[in-house]
């Protein structure tokens, strides 16, 4: 009777148990000072009965064993009802049988259907929009210095023409020259910089020392100094007085990191700044075009050294071109000896 009503599917062992979740509280004998109950010999399972019978395939498997709710005590019997002779603790093998009553509906097997598989996936990825792919005409020239997006254009093309590149970039050509006039122009740190073109810091960092000595070749061509007919033909009205100035010289300084050697940082520490420094000595023109820039000096060189050393001098008609410069730069007695 308790096989039929359990629906085992296969014949029992000595060691199997039953719950005592599937009697009912007169199946029980009533017996004073006894802590455990002990099933009446006539008593039969009647309880959270299988619907579905259970073969010896699915009893095999292995299957998660269910606890009993808290605060709930079970206990288990004897498959063939030995009046208490067996051990009524055995409470795993009866929760493993249990699992098997309950598991029924999770055993199914579905049924063969149509074969398939995935041709392809979709994925709409929103495009990042970069600081070069969003800026116009008057945002360039803010962000870069560059007038117009046809001399980044030119400058493109110089550097795909003469500097050619077979490594992968993350930014394309014209995304890193914008990157690096934007340093220059804003002064702006690496981890920004990064963050608006959609790169890290170290990424930003690499790509602008990389520019600048491809530029510097690309970029040294246009300054030139210009005849003395261009100069007049470009003579701004504040400089009516001053027709015999050819170029407007001074000097620009660069901070630099701290070195190790002792000789470079008292080489290169200004005392005008207060600081170490690189110095450039610059011309412009009266029309404001950069027509000389000399070679790099450490900061505690001065004015008159670097512009006796550079030769400028030279480019210059001693009879009818005058340099223009400010009080504290003294190079009289260098231009009266050519004179």
């Known amino acids: ?14 060691h199997m148990r039953v719950c005592s979740l599937h009697f009912n509280e007169t199946d029980f004998l009533q ?16 309880r959270n009965l ?7 395939g699915v009893g095999r498997s292995r299957t998660i064993r269910s606890r009993p709710e808290p605060n709930t005590k079970t206990e288990t019997f004897a498959l063939w009802g030995n009046d208490g002779r067996e051990d009524l603790e055995d409470r795993q093998a009866a929760e493993g049988l249990l699992a098997l009553l309950n598991s029924h509906k999770s055993t199914a097997v579905p049924l063969p259907g149509p074969s398939s598989r995935d041709i392809g996936v979709q994925v709409n990825t ?7 792919e969003l800026i116009d005409s008057d945002e360039l020239r803010n962000l870069t210095g560059l007038s117009n ?23 394309n050509v014209r995304q890193r020259i914008v990157l690096l006039f934007t340093k220059f122009k804003t002064s702006l740190t690496y981890v920004t910089l990064g963050s608006q073109f ?37 003579m701004p009205i504040c400089f009516n007085e001053f027709q015999n100035v050819g170029i407007v010289l001074d000097c620009t300084e660069i901070y630099l990191q701290s070195p190790k050697c002792l000789c470079c940082r008292i080489r290169f520490y200004s005392q005008y700044k207060s600081y170490l420094t690189v110095k450039f000595m610059t011309g412009v023109s009266p029309g404001g075009l950069i027509t000389y820039i000399s070679k790099p000096y450490g900061g505690r060189a001065s004015d008159k050294v670097i512009f006796e050393n550079c030769n400028l ?17 003294l ?5 009266n000896l050519f004179k």
């Open 198 to 234: 959609g790169i890290t810091r170290d990424l930003a960092n690499t790509y602008i020392h990389e520019l600048i000595p491809a530029l510097a070749n690309i970029l040294k061509p246009l300054i030139h100094f210009p005849p003395k007919s261009e100069i007049l033909k470009n």
């Open 149 to 171: 997006t046809a001399i980044l254009v030119a400058i493109v093309e110089q550097f795909e023409k003469h500097h050619s590149d077979k490594r992968v970039r993350r930014i």
């Open 126 to 132: 929103p495009k990042v929009l970069t600081l070069c």
């Open 331 to 335: 190079i009289d007695d260098i231009c």
């Open 50 to 56: 299988p619907k579905v019978s259970h073969d010896a």
């Open 1 to 14: 009777m308790w096989i039929r009503l359990l629906k085992l599917g296969k014949k029992p062992s000595d």
């Open 31 to 46: 017996k004073e000072r006894v802590k455990r109950r002990t099933l009446k010999r006539k008593a039969v399972p009647s």
């Open 313 to 329: 001098i030279s480019l210059l008609d001693a009879n009818r071109d005058a340099i223009m410069v400010d009080k504290g730069f």
